[in-house]
């Protein structure tokens, strides 16, 4: 496959790599991006492997939570434009949608779209909101939270632009555990851990994860028969980074996330276990082609 220039634009601002090495990587793959992406980060060159494309959908994630902690809901809901996100219509609407996630028991898109909204349904609603307010919008997704002896507390960031909803089991009330809880969601949502603990590790990610960083160290110069030695604390330390309980607390750095939470637990006096978290980003995952802003305009006014 022919390499062109908005291939290597493309692949530099996913990795932050020279433009050169992009290309070198490129042609080495024969086009292919996603193996690109691991050329680089196997040679050092991309501190990160981020996704194709820029994150450009725009909407809300609201939470929901029961008065006793009990239960809590998420829902993610997306518009074309900044502008009906801040809308206080379609704030509402989403706000609405967060408390029926937490309230229902909907396993699915489906099903939750049939629930009752005022006269009609929640699809039927989406479809009025749509019509009222002129632009598209979905329901991306929702999830309920509701384990037994599990309290939920969270976090939205920037009015809704992520979401957070830690669950702590423990005997303990929620007036106990909401700082503790609101530390834990904050952490999740600025450091965005992969997992919530070492139990919870994808195996096939922690293969590739070490494939990759073999490559590094042979990349570095360091004999093949050393990375046995060298390899357990390289993938230590991957852990440490993308498991919420084992990363550096963000508003104590002397602490991790666990210690954090179990001297919270010494002082109340009842145990504290982080048992469940969720994350949700507006538009994560979600690509868009790049427009230019004032050819856009320049079309609309064409119309």
Same mark, same amino acid.
């Given at each position: 496959?022919?390499?062109?220039?908005?291939?290597?634009?493309?692949?530099?601002?996913?990795?932050?790599?020279?433009?050169?090495?992009?290309?070198?990587?490129?042609?080495?793959?024969?086009?292919?991006?996603?193996?690109?992406?691991?050329?680089?980060?196997?040679?050092?060159?991309?501190?990160?492997?981020?996704?194709?494309?820029?994150?450009?959908?725009?909407?809300?994630?609201?939470?929901?939570?029961?008065?006793?902690?009990?239960?809590?809901?998420?829902?993610?809901?997306?518009?074309?434009?900044?502008?009906?996100?801040?809308?206080?219509?379609?704030?509402?609407?989403?706000?609405?949608?967060?408390?029926?996630?937490?309230?229902?028991?909907?396993?699915?898109?489906? =099903?939750?779209?049939?629930?009752?909204?005022?006269?009609?349904?929640?699809?039927?609603?989406?479809?009025?909101?749509?019509?009222?307010?002129?632009?598209?919008?979905?329901?991306?997704?929702?999830?309920?939270?509701?384990?037994?002896?599990?309290?939920?507390?969270?976090?939205?960031?920037? @009015?809704?632009?992520?979401?957070?909803?830690?669950?702590?089991?423990?005997?303990?009330?929620?007036?106990?555990?909401?700082?503790?809880?609101?530390?834990?969601?904050?952490?999740? =949502?600025?450091?965005?851990?992969?997992?919530?603990?070492?139990?919870?590790?994808?195996?096939?990610?922690?293969?590739?994860?070490?494939?990759?960083?073999?490559?590094?160290?042979?990349?570095? @110069?360091?004999?093949?028969?050393?990375?046995?030695?060298?390899?357990?604390?390289?993938?230590?330390?991957?852990?440490?980074?993308?498991?919420?309980?084992?990363?550096?607390?963000?508003?104590? @750095?002397?602490?991790?996330?666990?210690?954090?939470?179990?001297?919270?637990?010494?002082?109340?006096?009842?145990?504290?276990?982080?048992?469940?978290?969720?994350?949700?980003?507006?538009?994560?995952?979600?690509?868009?082609?790049?427009?230019?802003?004032?050819?856009?305009?320049?079309?609309?006014?064409?119309?």
């Amino acid at each position: 496959m022919a390499v062109t220039a908005q291939m290597v634009k493309e692949l530099r601002e996913m990795t932050g790599a020279g433009m050169m090495d992009c290309k070198k990587a490129l042609v080495e793959t024969d086009g292919d991006m996603d193996k690109a992406v691991e050329v680089l980060r196997e040679k050092g060159l991309s501190k990160a492997a981020k996704k194709a494309g820029r994150i450009a959908a725009m909407g809300l994630v609201k939470t929901a939570f029961a008065a006793d902690g009990t239960a809590a809901g998420i829902v993610e809901v997306n518009s074309e434009t900044d502008f009906v996100a801040k809308n206080e219509e379609f704030i509402e609407f989403v706000d609405t949608l967060a408390a029926k996630a937490m309230e229902s028991d909907a396993a699915d898109m489906d =099903a939750f779209m049939a629930l009752p909204y005022g006269d009609g349904t929640v699809a039927e609603e989406l479809t009025a909101k749509i019509a009222k307010i002129g632009e598209n919008m979905s329901i991306r997704r929702f999830q309920k939270c509701s384990e037994e002896g599990v309290k939920y507390v969270g976090y939205i960031h920037g @009015g809704g632009t992520i979401g957070v909803i830690v669950g702590l089991k423990t005997e303990a009330s929620v007036e106990e555990v909401t700082v503790c809880g609101k530390d834990v969601a904050m952490q999740v =949502a600025s450091m965005n851990p992969k997992f919530l603990d070492e139990t919870q590790v994808d195996q096939e990610w922690l293969a590739k994860e070490k494939e990759i960083a073999e490559q590094q160290l042979l990349n570095e @110069g360091k004999p093949e028969k050393m990375l046995e030695k060298i390899i357990p604390g390289k993938m230590k330390a991957i852990l440490k980074e993308v498991c919420l309980v084992d990363q550096k607390f963000v508003k104590n @750095g002397d602490l991790t996330v666990a210690a954090y939470v179990d001297s919270v637990a010494k002082e109340i006096g009842k145990d504290i276990k982080i048992v469940e978290m969720i994350r949700y980003e507006v538009g994560e995952g979600i690509e868009k082609k790049e427009e230019n802003f004032a050819e856009e305009v320049a079309a609309q006014l064409n119309k």
